[in-house]
Nanobody
Framework: QVQLVESGGGLVQAGGSLRLSCAAS????????MGWFRQAPGKEREFVAG????????HYADSVKGRFTISRDNAKNTLYLQMNSLKPEDTAVYYC??????????????WGQGTQVTVSS
């Protein structure tokens, strides 16, 4: 299996930006589709963005489309989520995940511990 550790979360004002990173170990992430999910307090986990093994194909939730960009650097074994124009509604714990298919939420089998993103009004 692959182990995933997120970083880069923090407190940011509305309209600001953050870049989340997900460092993988155990196996190269080139073997996996990767994704970002988030979970706000009292809410269910939701899909944010997915990316195929090479980074050529991406898929985004409508709520973040045009604001967030998922990318990967397989040589560094790292996944990224660039978050721009952040809104208070983006406040959540963000999780990276590895799986089989970048568009299929149920295909993500390996998960990090999450990093907190808080967007103030």
């Amino acid at each position: 299996q692959v182990q995933l550790v997120e970083s880069g979360g923090g407190l940011v004002q509305a309209g600001g930006s953050l870049r989340l990173s997900c460092a993988a170990s155990g196996r190269t992430i080139s073997s996996y589709a990767m994704g970002w999910f988030r979970q706000a307090p009292g809410k269910e986990r939701e899909f944010v963005a997915g990316i195929n093994w090479s980074g050529a194909n991406t898929h985004y939730a409508d709520s973040v489309k045009g604001r967030f960009t998922i990318s990967r650097d397989n040589a560094k074994n790292t996944l990224y989520l660039q978050m721009n124009s952040l809104k208070p509604e983006d406040t959540a714990v963000y999780y990276c995940a590895a799986g089989s298919f970048y568009r299929e939420s149920n295909s993500f089998a390996y998960w990090g511990q999450g990093t907190q993103v808080t967007v103030s009004s």
